[in-house]
């Protein structure tokens, strides 16, 4: 219990001998310039903080919890180990809210609880710590993890190992599987920073990966991989040595993970797999650069490193034929992931394709999808693979059949047009999202007899977001095979987009037609798509209209103002004449946006008389339109086509009938004024 008669302070209200701040200069810091919660030596303060943590109203203990480095910098190092820290750990049966800020704030103590030459007493933190990564919450343990963790951090070699390591050899060994869940998760971050006989210690806690609990091995298996990388990046070649703890321990445990009963256990088992074909990588290439160790053979390396391989595909070749649908989702969600590990090992792509492959005829529409998303990675692996049909026995082909390869792409791109026909609208909309980015890697004549037919199928698709997400991605194919062959078999499809129903579809495709204008040229795009651009102007939706103006704006910048003065501005300006003052409105906010994307020049010759001629409109609505148009671009202009141009036409508004042209010609008159005094 905390003591709070604290005579020190009673009768001064402050600590005694203000200011008494402590020698270390880190402690000093922290006491003066935390961030969070800024620590106030003052006794009322700590003596308040310290009630509300027993208090009975729970926001005044969580923002007590909150405040511990106030109370520890006025209780000083010493109480704060004797009185706070015993005072922590009686309460760990307090709610949740208020665990969590202390596990927290614990990990803000470390300079708080003292030290001298010959003891660090950070360690003295894990206490209260290691109670905390015992409770059921699994936010507080997360926390109470982040705080060990720092606290571990502090320490030198030898208490990081005796009290560190030794904490989590306690908490794996616990009865209640909550603390074995929060052990299983500071393994891997323990590892690398302990000796060797430590080293086969903390593996013998792997063990416990082997748990009774599903919670735990959930846990075990989630973290196995970070550990698997940990002891490459530590250990190097030795780790897969004949009795290394990779070959043993660790791929035992992959190995009985992966064939546990509940699902959310094998869940996991393609990303250890990832972090196990990363880990035979990394050891490959620290001896290619360092061969130091095992002989100095890199040749036996490599080879260990295959057989270790020869265990682990199989492993996630059944995760494709898993019977829940979550791991095989799981699995094709990350195989990009796979074939970029196992890349660089001889011979893996001819077990991986076809098992990626299987994950595209997958009973289960979602996770087709997600093997389609991951299409355009798994291509992009620069290995070679036998074509569809060749070598299905499994037999080993010889050196003579090597020719028969063909790329991960050429292979792949054979399943595409299954694909054009799924039932599932998702997946197609994810084929059609990728699909075209096979082209760079086919080259022209695979791409126009393999890849162009199936994407003119999607192009005629009949969902909508199908046909949207393939015209959106043939930039790649566009530049493979040139735009003329895919001309006249996007405009169909872009004419039915731009009158879909839904709003959100047309406001997809108008904000891809500068894309499709650099994509198609000018000539087709001024014969096609030009006046359906400018006929978004009056589309009954706002948002389309707003839309409609910004993309005049996008077109100007990118074809330039030559191109816009020719060809956009006369097809505005003929909708300024249309009976409907929306549509009128609605074209001077293009042409101003247009203006501010052309030169100076071309703004006051072309744009600037027509947007003024508009402030003559009958309708109030485009009046202040254009005032509030004038307020935009009159800025780009000089000083003498702002007092003989823009002026004389404010003045007429100012003095307009109606109040809201005169507010607004009013509002752009001063701002204008304050821009073209500060130019003096």
């Not at 502090?154 to 908490?171: K, Q």
């Not at 990728?434 to 760079?440: I, N, R």
């Not at 790649?476 to 895919?486: N, Q």
Request: aromatic share 4%; charged share 25%; hydrophobic share 45%.
């Amino acid at each position: 219990m905390i003591d709070t008669d604290m005579p020190s302070i009673a009768e001064t209200g402050t600590i005694v001998g203000t200011p008494k701040l402590p020698t270390d200069p880190v402690v000093r810091d922290i006491m003066m310039e935390d961030i969070t919660t800024p620590i106030i030596i003052d006794g009322e303060e700590a003596l308040r903080q310290i009630e509300h943590l027993r208090s009975d109203d729970l926001s005044l203990r969580i923002s007590a919890a909150r405040k511990l480095t106030t109370i520890s910098a006025a209780l000083g190092p010493d109480r704060t180990r004797e009185e706070l820290l015993p005072f922590l750990s009686d309460g760990v049966d307090d709610e949740d809210e208020v665990l969590v800020a202390i596990a927290a704030s614990l990990g803000d103590l470390i300079p708080l609880v003292g030290s001298t030459a010959e003891k660090n007493y950070g360690a003295s933190l894990l206490g209260p710590l290691e109670l905390l990564l015992a409770v059921e919450e699994n936010t507080v343990r997360e926390m109470a993890a982040e705080s060990a963790i720092k606290v571990a951090n502090s320490l030198n070699d030898n208490e990081y190992c005796t009290e560190f390591v030794g904490m989590i050899g306690r908490l794996v060994t616990k009865e209640w599987f909550t603390a074995r869940i929060a052990g299983c998760g500071l393994i891997p971050v323990a590892f690398e920073k302990m000796d060797d006989d430590l080293r086969v210690r903390q593996l013998i806690f792997e063990v416990h990966f082997i748990d009774d609990a599903p919670m735990v091995r959930r846990i075990a298996s989630r973290n196995l991989g970070s550990l698997v990388c940990t002891v490459a990046e530590t250990m190097g070649s030795s780790s897969i040595a004949e009795n290394g703890p990779i070959s043993t321990t660790l791929l035992d445990l992959l190995e009985y993970l992966a064939g546990d009963q509940p699902d959310s256990v094998r869940l996991h088992t393609t990303e250890n797999c990832v972090c196990f074909g990363n880990a035979m990588t990394v050891i490959q290439n620290k001896a290619a650069s360092d061969q130091t160790s095992m002989g100095n053979d890199e040749e036996l390396i490599t080879i260990r490193s295959n057989a270790l391989v020869k265990r682990i595909l199989p492993l996630v070749v059944a995760t494709i034929d898993d019977r829940s649908w979550r791991v095989r989702w799981t699995a094709a969600s990350k195989f990009a992931s796979v074939v970029k590990a196992f890349s660089s090992i001889n011979n893996t792509m001819d077990a991986l394709v076809p098992a990626y492959e299987k994950l595209l005829q997958d009973p289960e529409a979602e996770v087709r999808t997600s093997a389609a998303l991951n299409l355009a990675e798994v291509a992009k692996v620069g290995s070679k693979v036998f074509p569809v049909g060749f070598n299905e026995d499994g037999m080993d082909c010889g050196d003579d059949n090597q020719n028969n390869r063909v790329s991960i792409a050429e292979r792949l791109v054979q399943r595409v047009m299954a694909l054009t026909e799924d039932d599932s609208e998702n997946v197609r909309a994810a084929l059609a999202m990728v699909a075209t980015e096979l082209a760079p890697l086919l080259g022209k004549d695979i791409t126009i007899s393999h890849l162009l037919p199936p994407m003119l199928l999607l192009l005629r698709d009949s969902t909508s977001e199908v046909r949207l997400n393939i015209i959106s991605s043939l930039t790649m194919l566009s530049d493979v095979i040139g735009e003329e062959l895919l001309s006249e078999s996007l405009l169909p499809a872009i004419l039915d987009l731009a009158q879909d129903g839904k709003w959100r579809i047309r406001m997809a495709v108008i904000e891809r037609m500068p894309l499709l204008a650099k994509q198609l040229g000018k000539d087709f795009f001024n014969d096609k798509l030009l006046e359906l651009c400018v006929g978004w102007l009056g589309d009954d939706i706002s948002s389309i209209r707003e839309a409609a103006a910004k993309n005049l704006k996008d077109l100007t910048a990118l074809l330039g103002p030559k191109w816009s003065i020719q060809y956009l501005l006369p097809r505005v300006k003929s909708v300024m004449e249309h009976p409907s003052y929306l549509r009128r409105m609605n074209a001077v906010q293009g042409l101003v946006k247009m203006a501010t994307a052309m030169d100076v020049n071309s703004a006051q010759l072309e744009v600037l008389p027509v947007l003024l001629e508009m402030a003559c409109d009958t309708v109030p609505n485009v009046r202040f339109n254009v005032a509030k148009g004038l307020g935009i671009v009159g800025p780009l202009f000089k000083k003498t086509v702002y007092e003989s141009q823009i002026t004389p036409v404010l003045g007429l508004l100012i003095d307009d009938p109606d109040r809201d042209v005169r507010y607004f010609a009013s509002k752009t008159s001063d701002e204008l004024k304050i821009v073209f005094e500060d130019d003096q």
